[in-house]
C-alpha cells in the first residue's frame, strides 16, 4: 500500500491525532474525529476497507492504533483464530494481531510512546498505517482459510504465505 506524504512533512504537532487527520485527509479517506484524542477512519485494501482508530493519552505519552478487518469471526471459530492469532504474531516484527472479543473482529493493534517531546512524524504515520495494511492484507486469507476452508492455523498460514512464480 502506498500512501502520500503531502500532509506536512517533519512538522510535530502538540497533538498527534491532529497530524493523523492532515494524513487521512490528504489520502481522501472518511474519517470520523470524535474528539481531541480521537479518530476513526476507513482505509481501502486490496480484500476489504479496514477501520482505523487512533487514541491519543497524554498522560502516558502515548497513541494507540488499531487496523481492523471488515470480518466476524463466528463464535465457533474463535478458539481457531485464537490459535491463528499466536502463529501469525510470532512472525510480525511491530506490532500484533488481536480479537476484539465483543464483536468477534480480528484486528492488528500497534502503540507507540511519544514521550520526551520528539512527537509524532508524517513519517510514523505514514509507515505505521502502511505497515498495518500490508500486515492486514498479508494475512486476510488466512483468517478466510480458518474460517470458511476449515484448515489449521498452521495450514492457513503456511498457504496464505505461497508466492506466486512466473505467469500464467
Not at 512538522?11 to 497530524?19: I, S, Y
Not at 503456511?158 to 508466492?163: D, G, H, K
Request: proline share 3%; aromatic share 12%; glycine share 8%.
Amino acid at each position: 500500500m502506498t500512501t502520500t506524504a503531502a500532509y506536512g512533512h517533519d512538522e510535530h504537532l502538540g497533538n498527534p491525532v491532529d497530524l493523523v487527520e492532515q494524513f487521512v485527509t490528504a489520502n481522501d479517506w472518511a474519517f470520523d474525529r470524535r474528539n481531541d484524542e480521537e479518530l476513526a477512519a476507513e482505509a481501502p485494501g486490496q480484500w476489504c476497507n479496514y477501520s482505523l482508530y487512533f487514541a491519543w493519552r497524554e498522560d502516558m505519552g502515548a497513541i494507540h492504533f488499531t487496523c481492523a478487518f471488515d470480518m466476524k469471526v463466528p463464535e465457533a471459530k474463535r478458539s481457531a483464530i485464537c490459535e491463528l492469532l499466536a502463529v501469525i504474531n510470532e512472525k510480525l516484527w511491530l506490532g500484533h494481531f488481536g480479537l476484539w472479543e465483543d464483536e468477534g473482529v480480528p484486528m492488528f493493534r500497534h502503540t507507540s510512546l511519544l514521550r520526551g517531546g520528539v512527537g509524532l512524524s508524517s513519517e510514523q504515520v505514514e509507515d505505521l498505517v502502511d505497515l498495518a495494511v500490508s500486515e492486514c492484507e498479508r494475512f486476510y486469507p488466512a483468517f478466510q482459510f480458518v474460517i470458511w476452508g476449515g484448515k489449521t492455523a498452521q495450514e492457513a498460514v503456511a498457504a496464505s504465505l505461497l508466492e506466486t512464480v512466473g505467469e500464467a
